[in-house]
């Protein structure tokens, strides 16, 4: 909840921007995450996809 509190102060109105955001957000926790289990990694994944 604080997290989409976060987004939706930020992206006020931006829906476009937030969503363009969120596919970067998606990118880097698909590529780059080394320290996330795989669980932990898919259930980061599956929150921005909700979120987006």
Do not use: P, W
């Amino acid at each position: 909840i604080k997290l989409e509190n976060y987004l939706a102060n930020l992206f006020m109105g931006e829906e476009q921007i937030k969503y363009e955001y969120l596919l970067g957000l998606h990118r880097v926790v698909d590529d780059c995450t080394v320290c996330l289990m795989g669980h932990e990694r898919r259930q980061s994944l599956a929150l921005i996809e909700d979120m987006a």
